[in-house]
């Protein structure tokens, strides 16, 4: 929206085509890059816009986790009912990445408590949902409680083994990609 873009560096409150006012914090970041937040707190002090802004990341990686990992946007049918079902399975299967992710990241922290490392590490998302995609799935139809009491810690000591290191302070230039059209009957990855 170029009103946006086009508002003053600092503080502003920009009046949109449609007659809603928001306000626009405009600053540079230490890379020298401009960045633009809007919002609609009006009576927010702006020395607190960055820790709000960084409060959001958990929330944005949680969407791409959707979107990119999950296919949230890709159905397995066309109906609304199969809509319906697509979305709460990936709805579902998000719950288990959240619940076995910490699970082998407290397995990960234990194992390297006392280990000299670099980085402290995290379970690597895209193979723990590989792994709950092969094994979960089959381990919940289990009748059994065996299920809960060895296969269970069997599949996060499994999760725990891939592991990526956790960097913090990093920031890389946003490269715009083109939009994709999203074909609503190819569920590939689940």
Known sequence: MPQIVNAKMGDSIV?????????????KLSTGETEILATNLFDFDTDNFAKLYALRWGIETAYFCLKQQLSVEKFSGKTPNAIRQGF????????????????????IESRQKHKNTKHQNQAKVSD???????????ATLDKTSSFYKDEMPMLIRTIARSISPIRLCRSFERKPRPFNAVNHNLKSRL
């Open 15 to 27: 009046t949109l085509r449609n007659g809603m006012n928001i306000r626009v914090y405009k600053f």
């Open 88 to 107: 709460w399975a990936t709805m579902v299967m998000m719950n288990a990445i959240t619940v076995f992710r910490h699970e082998a990241d407290a397995e």
């Open 128 to 138: 723990l949902i590989i792994t709950l995609r092969d094994k979960f799935i089959l």
